[in-house]
Structure formats: C-alpha cells, structure tokens
C-alpha cells in the first residue's frame, strides 16, 4: 500500500534502474525530478556515448522525453547536483500528505 519515489543518476544505467523499477512497482511508483528540465541543469562533460544502446532498453513512457535528450547529448548528469531540488520536493510532498 505504499507509494514509493525514485531518483537517480542521469545516464543508461540509471534510466534502466528506474525503468526495471516502474515495471516492477507500476502506479505505486514515482520518479522525483527524472526528467528533461533537471537533465539540462546537470549535465556534465563525461561522455557514456559508448553504452548509450543500453537506452534503447527503456520503455518506460515517463523516462521517453529524458531518454532523447541523453540520446542527443551522449553525457551524463549526476543526482547529486540536485540535492537542494529533492530536498525540496520531498518537503513539499511531506506538507502535501499532512494536509
């Protein structure tokens, strides 16, 4: 009965994470800032064009907008960068339920 939030790395295994994730726990699970927005804020230099066939695993129709701009850009953003955003959102989340 529990609703779960998830976030990670910006890059192939991370999206395979989330996306094997979203399989298993379907509606009860939620991605927290995985998206395209955050991607752009984020991303770096270290380029994971040699495992970006793995993103051709993802199916997940919420990672799909994210999948093409790693596609485009070849390099990876790391969820540590956003901490002040996940901070955040999980307050927002906490106020939201007390309500």
């Known amino acids: 009965g529990s609703h779960l939030y998830y ?3 910006f890059d192939p295994e991370g999206l395979q994470i989330a996306d094997n994730l ?7 699970l939620s991605f ?3 998206n395209k927005e955050n991607y752009l804020k984020i ?4 380029s994971f064009v040699e495992r970006i066939g ?11 907008e994210l999948k093409e ?4 850009f070849g ?11 996940y901070l ?12």
């Open 43 to 46: 991303k770096g230099d270290i």
């Open 7 to 9: 976030s990670g790395d």
């Open 75 to 85: 390099t990876a953003g790391y969820q540590e960068l956003l901490v002040d955003y």
């Open 32 to 34: 927290l800032g995985m």
């Open 54 to 64: 793995k993103l051709d695993t993802v199916s997940s129709k919420e990672l799909q």
């Open 22 to 28: 979203k399989y298993r726990y379907g509606n009860n």
């Open 69 to 72: 701009e790693l596609k485009t």
């Open 88 to 99: 955040s959102e999980i307050d927002t989340l906490l106020n939201y339920n007390e309500a």
